[in-house]
């Protein structure tokens, strides 16, 4: 089987805040070179930080979005 690798950038889920649903923003912090996701809803301030790449903050949200719905189920 030759599957092509597949990148965090193909996965289904996409940057949306785990809160709202709200589309997030990726983007890199030209200060410390990491990255972050931010809600670009006004009222919603939900944000994380300090992931190495894309990728690593994709999946951080991912989990974020895990762990508040465990919280809610
Ligand atoms: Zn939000």
Do not use: H
């Not at 983007?27 to 809803?41: L, S, V, Y």
């Amino acid at each position: 089987m030759n599957r092509p690798s597949v990148d965090a950038g193909d996965l289904r889920w996409g940057w949306a805040c785990p809160r709202c649903e709200t589309d997030a923003s990726v983007a890199r912090d030209p200060g410390t070179g990491t990255f972050r996701w931010e809600c670009d809803a006004d009222d919603c301030d939900t944000v994380g930080f300090g992931f190495t790449s894309r990728r690593q903050a994709r999946l951080a949200l991912k989990e974020y979005r895990e762990q508040y719905q465990n919280i809610y189920r």
